[in-house]
């Protein structure tokens, strides 16, 4: 127990140690650089994160193969199957950054229509974020194969470091007015140093070849037959984030975003502090999928899924008792009489989502990849179609509608992982019903 409470902090404080940071620095590069400059450097990063979600999709896939293969003690497979995804995301990475850096004098000659900022700058900016992209798809290998091996104080000291460096770094050259070239520069060489702190383990564990990229046929298989469904969740998961604040900036204005966002922003953490503190029951169940009874199995779950329901309801529970007040100091009163009526759907629909956080883990522990993106898919295309009919009828409180509609599709996880369960235990009763007449033929033979 207390290891898994130790990995559930270590989740929380990977998730945390970013926001606070950029709360600290954003002020500073904002006053020494401009708003231009903070926007292009906001622009980056947002670059570099989206690519890297995406170039890193499939390592959910690997993390359960190797805690699989852990738990079954077979660890002559492991080091072919850290090759084969280490391949997978170089390639990935690879044909992401590439099309950044083609893309670049495009794209900037949109983003600098609008700013101040010089074309120039703006393209080597995104072609530097094309580099990290790839940077933090070889990381992400090393952060998998460390948390299938339930280590996540060795990753999240590593990542959170890194972090730190990049907000430092940039805090210091923002302060001596340089220019955000060179705080990419700088988040560059920290992602590169990252990636390699990050693989110092697996090479303990697999010897220095694990880090050369590799695509043994069955193993490239095996990762490529699941993660393809949880690449497609992370593809999702990029492009809808982000299609509602849009889609409401081109209906309503750019003047009803602001209390649209600040509400998911402050309701966020409620399903992220989900996701990362109880990331640890992924690879735990993963490594006993094959050993442990579906009675054993649905006391492990009952016991997350409580975590689970407990640290929501704080979180939600603080949000609807305070949460207008916390927005009324963070923006203002004109912003927070807005964003008031629209809160509670907001709060409640990220509470939902956060519900669903031990059912996703637990099948695709189970390797149940494609029903749980399935499940992701479609509740992302309801959202959509919700989306777009709610804000048409109700304006800025459907569009809130939607989100809670999308956190109530995303609790479906737990049907077929409630089928999965209950067919275990029939199958567990029909062997111990054909093992009984043998045994009782056994013990009546003199």
Known sequence: MRRHLSNAGYGVLDYISYPLGMLLVAPIVLHRLGAAEYGLWMIATAVISAGAIIASGCCDACIQRVAHLRGNGDFTLMPQTVRSMLGINIVLGSALAIAVWIAAPYAAGHIVAFSHTPLKECVISLRIASVCILARAIEGVGVGVRRSFENYRGAVYIATAIRLLILASAAVLAYFRQTVVSILMATAIALLLGAWLQFLQPRKLFGNGVLL???????????????????????????????????????????????????????????????????????????????????GMKRMLLKAFICNLLLVAFGAGILLLVGDRLIRVWAGPAVALSAARILPPIVLGSALMGLSVTGTYALQALGHFRTVAYISLAGKASMLLLMVDLLHRQGLQGLALSRLCYGAVALLVYLPLIRLLNKGNEKERRVSLSATPLEAQEGSTP
Request: with cysteine.
């Open 213 to 295: 990229p590799s695509f043994h046929p069955a193993e490239t298989r095996a990762l490529l037959g699941k993660g393809v469904f949880a690449w497609l969740q992370a593809i999702g998961g990029v492009v809808f984030s982000q299609f509602d604040r849009i889609l409401l900036g081109f209906s309503l204005g750019a003047l009803a975003v602001a209390p649209y966002v600040l509400c998911v922003q402050f309701a966020h953490p409620i399903y992220g502090l989900s996701t990362y503190g109880l990331n640890f029951i992924f690879p735990h169940i993963s490594s006993r999928a094959g050993t442990i009874s579906s009675s």
